[in-house]
Nanobody, 126 residues
């Protein structure tokens, strides 16, 4: 059974940076797409960023483009998300996800991912 565990969340001030990590345990399909989603308070889960199985392609939501970097390292910590210039609107629970049947037209959809972590809380407040 595959388990995803996020870490790195916390309370930060506007303008700060955070690096979220997602550790993957268990046997999983390494060709699976990997992504970060977030769920702001009172809102639905939304796409943040995704990375292709080879790491050669990355995708970002407009809300974080230019101030975030998604990366993966199969040898160590499989998935990270660097968030810079944080804003109060970035406040959310952040989830990592694996999708074994994700295609380009579905990679921004939560329903395309079949394995999820429990989430890590990020609060951006002064």
């Amino acid at each position: 059974q595959v388990h995803l565990v996020e870490s790195g969340g916390g309370l930060v001030q506007p303008g700060d940076s955070l690096k979220l990590s997602c550790a993957i345990s268990g046997r999983f399909d390494r060709s699976a797409a990997r992504a970060w989603f977030r769920q702001p308070p009172g809102k639905e889960r939304e796409f943040v960023a995704a990375i292709s199985r080879t790491g050669g392609y990355t995708y970002y939501a407009d809300s974080v483009k230019g101030r975030s970097i998604i990366s993966k390292d199969d040898a160590r910590n499989p998935l990270t998300l660097q968030l810079n210039s944080l804003k109060p609107d970035d406040t959310a629970v952040y989830y990592c996800a694996l999708g074994e049947r994700v295609i380009s037209s579905t990679l921004r959809l939560p329903s395309a991912y079949n394995i999820w972590g429990q989430g890590t809380q990020v609060i951006v407040s002064s």
